[in-house]
């Protein structure tokens, strides 16, 4: 069921795998501790729309400790898919959520997420991966940089509705 | 006895609200009368693939097949809108709901898809969907929409500006998978 286990120096191994039911609970509580909101409804949505369905272009990755005696807890997780947009563009891997447990920030647990996460877009056949992230959001600019990712050319065009 | 004063707390607020008030501007209203929009329908497929071709050169059935599946049976969220002249389809739209995604958690209508046939373009076709899909998100309790387009995409940059989408404040990253640039 891995999707992928990386090992990083001097660390313990990391494992990546699809997210599981009994992992929502963990999803939510690491969620609120690091955007200080509850939203359990949400997350569970989420789960029904890429943990279980279209998972041939849905990725929705979780990361855990792969040697933890107990239970492990999940340490991070990642959500993206494919997607086709028209304007003429072809179909690529979007990521649209990342998280890592605080605590276990610059362990490689990111890292281990967005590789896997990418290679689950190159078997899905596309070539290109693609994020946003808000100009002030500093830890995912400098996360997504540190990972080989340049400004893409999309610009991301919104409208309030009265 | 004392009459009750409704005050302001500060410059600019009403005191009460002016149902009288004119509407806020919309750009749609007489692209809508004119040009009818529906909900799109299984046997448009072929239309939205025709009119597909006819602006990129390309067939992109599965593509359709693939948004149609979506938008019919997939999902309560999607809202995906035809509009006809002289009974044939010529122009489509199609939005999903997001609950959240790129950092944000409130309602989000996310509009991946527009396309109008090149021979009735300039005509209000794109003005008379666009209106039509605000109108429905409005009765879901969206609150905004968004979109992501090339930057080299100079017509509908244009056309979005003039229906008053502006920049997010977000920045498109994007990479090889398997590897660095």
Redesign the interface.
Known sequence: MDVNASTIAGKDAVSVRRVQPGDIADVIALDERV?G?A?PD?WH??FARYGE?RLNERFFLVAERGNAKSRPSILGFI?GEV???????TP??WV??LSVEPRARLHGVGQALFEAI??E??KAG????????????RL??MF??S???????????????? | MATRTTMPERVGDAAEIDYGRPAAPDFGPLARDRIPVRAMKEGDLGALIAIDRRITGRTRSGYFEHKLEEALHDSDVRVSLVAELNGAVVGFIMARVDFGEFGRFEPTAVMDTIGVDPDVRHSGVGRALLSQLLVNLGTLRVERIRTEIAWRDGDVLGFLDRCGFLPAQQICFERPVGGRA
């Open positions: 955007t909101l939203k949400y949505d989420v369905r959500i997607r086709a947009w028209e304007f003429g563009s690529c891997g649209f959520a990418s290679a877009f190159a596309v070539d290109k991966m693609r994020t946003m992230v808000a100009r002030d959001n995912h600019l997504f940089r990972e080989g990712m340049m400004a893409g050319p999309y610009i991301q065009l919104e409208k309030e509705l009265d």
